[in-house]
């Protein structure tokens, strides 16, 4: 007997807001399989807001209204059962979160979870990892936001720690971070890195999905540290404008992309790991899983 049902996932994130909706398959017998169906992703960049000004602008304000009530009918077409929207570090950090968060349940509908640090690493390290990571292999797992970036460390197939930094791109774009945020984080992969011979490093975020798109990589395959190296100091020589036009990214990710990369060389350097792998994963996907798994053990009890 096979069951497909549609949930769906909304991710609110400082630099965009992304829409997922997945296939939930299952058959007797036979492991639940997650199909993504369709992503929709509207780069409002919060994070731009609420990092200088601490609180979201009304015109921003405006296209997070406009933008969920378009989600809501998005959802109805596609006869999405359940749906768990999500927001992080902007919202959460934002003088008129609250306020927004009751205006999106009045002028769409949708009920919103600001969620904390520790809470969104959680998510994302409960997607289904096993399938893309060795057992016997250790990971630090960087998964890189707006305005935050959550790390995770995987032994055997099981996290031994997790922590969020406020270290993100739209963040470091505003030269938002400061120093001693930068030497904590790099204190934290130190002392949690020691124990381990060999350490390789699992990448997440729209930024790094880039850059193995564009490494032309085949799927399960790493990117080196050399290869990230060469492709940031690239980057450099670029203008913002000539990214968009010669290298061809979007207008959002032309900026972002550089801290991003900052960040991901930052990790392999401290923890000493040569190669990255890119599972394609990331919040929306933790959110999918969590519905699933909620629901079965609701019906269980």
């Not at 096993?130 to 995770?152: A, Q, W």
């Not at 085949?218 to 968009?244: D, V, W």
Request: hydrophobic share 40%; proline share 2%.
């Amino acid at each position: 007997m096979l069951s497909i049902k549609k949930y769906a996932a909304i991710d609110i994130g400082s630099n965009a807001v992304r829409l997922l909706i997945s296939n939930i398959i299952e058959q007797k017998g036979k492991p639940v399989q997650f199909k993504k169906n369709s992503l929709v992703r509207v780069p409002i960049r919060l994070g731009a807001d609420v990092f200088i000004k601490n609180k979201i602008s009304k015109e921003n304000t405006q296209r997070i209204l406009d933008t969920m009530l378009a989600f809501r009918l998005i959802m109805k077409s596609h006869k999405v059962l359940k749906y768990k929207a999500c927001a992080t570090s902007a919202m959460r950090e934002s003088a008129n979160g609250k306020k927004i968060v009751d205006l999106v349940l009045e002028h769409a509908g949708i009920s919103i979870d600001v969620i904390d640090g520790e809470e969104e690493a959680a998510i994302i390290a409960a997607t289904d990892l096993n399938k893309f990571i060795d057992p016997n292999k250790t990971y630090l797992y960087v998964d890189v936001g707006g305005g935050s970036t959550e790390f995770t460390i995987i032994y055997q197939g099981s996290q031994v720690a997790s922590r969020s930094f406020k270290i993100g791109t739209v963040r470091l774009l505003n030269d938002m971070v400061k120093k001693e945020t930068w030497q904590e984080l790099q204190e934290w992969i130190g002392n949690h890195v020691k124990a381990y011979d060999k350490i390789d490093v699992l990448g997440s975020g729209g930024n790094i999905n880039k850059i193995f798109k564009v490494s032309g990589k085949a799927m399960g395959k790493p990117l080196s540290f050399f290869y990230m190296t060469s492709y940031y100091n690239m980057l450099q020589t670029y203008s913002y404008e000539e990214r968009i036009t010669e290298l061809s990214l979007n207008q959002d990710r032309a900026d972002v992309i550089i801290p991003a990369m900052r960040i991901y060389l930052s990790a392999m350097k401290w923890s000493g790991a040569k190669n990255i792998y890119v599972p394609k994963i990331g919040l929306a996907d933790g959110i999918i899983k969590s519905i699933y798994y909620d629901t079965v053990s609701s019906n269980t009890q």
